[in-house]
């Protein structure tokens, strides 16, 4: 079956713009997550959502938002870029919300100039 | 703050069993431990979970221990394809836990010699 897939792979933006990234889970997963990694910080949680309703987010500031359509797929939106936003944007799905493994996708390099 | 503990780097030779250790000593008891593995570039890859009993599948065994402080995830083959970092993650068991997050630490570096 497909797995996790992240669009576009690679995005180039400048500092101010805004930006959304999309991920479709595999066949029948609800939940969605979202990851940002860096060098400095690692992995670090995002959001979540499962049946279109945000269930859980990390310590990220406003500019960094989600939605999750009734299909399941997600997208997340970053706004007002600035440089320490580039870094690998990673999506993963599960089953549901309780003690599934992820299943993560390829991730989104985004590089901000 | 991620709440386990691993060595920064291991080596293992080529078709010998790799031994990854994780210490995970404020552990509750809901919490769950939880491997992932990321190869280069790629995105993570989930490899085994478990709440107190021993766990084997496919790809690894899980080996935690009575106390629950602490586990080994377990490659029986290696192979140089299984050079990655390995994350050892304990996880609350709901969504409403406030630990249920997926925290990731820096992880073992795990490299795979011939």
């Known amino acids: 079956k497909a797995g996790v897939t992240q669009t576009p792979r690679y995005l180039i933006k400048t500092r101010g713009q805004q930006v959304t990234l999309s991920c479709s889970p595999i066949?029948?997963?609800?939940?969605v997550s979202w990851y940002q990694q860096t060098p400095g910080q690692g992995l670090q949680f995002l959001f979540e959502?499962?049946?279109?309703?945000?269930?859980n987010k990390g310590n990220f500031p406003g500019r960094f938002s989600g939605r999750q359509f009734s299909n399941s797929r997600s997208e997340m939106n970053v706004s007002t870029l600035e440089l320490g936003d580039s870094a690998l944007y990673l999506c993963?799905?599960?089953?549901?919300?309780?003690?599934?493994?992820?299943?993560f996708g390829s991730g989104t390099r985004l590089t901000v100039v | 703050d991620a709440k386990t503990t691993q060595p920064t780097s291991m080596d293992c030779a080529e078709g010998r069993a790799a031994n990854l250790p994780c210490n995970h000593s404020t552990i509750s008891g809901n919490e769950y431990v939880y491997w992932y593995r990321q190869i280069h570039s790629q995105g993570p890859q989930y490899i085994i979970h478990g709440l107190k009993n021993n766990e084997t599948n496919e790809m690894a065994s899980l080996i935690i221990t009575e106390d629950r402080k602490s586990s080994t995830l377990i490659l029986p083959h290696a192979t140089l394809r299984d050079t990655a970092v390995y994350y050892c993650?304990?996880?609350?068991?709901?969504?409403?836990?406030?630990?249920?997050?997926?925290?990731w630490g820096a992880g073992t570096k795990l490299i795979i010699k011939p």
């Open positions: 993963a799905s599960s089953l549901d919300v309780s003690n599934y493994g992820y299943t």
């Open positions: 993650i304990v996880r609350g068991g709901g969504y409403m836990d406030s630990n249920y997050q997926l925290i």
């Open positions: 959502y499962f049946s279109e309703t945000q269930r």
């Open positions: 066949s029948g997963h609800r939940s």
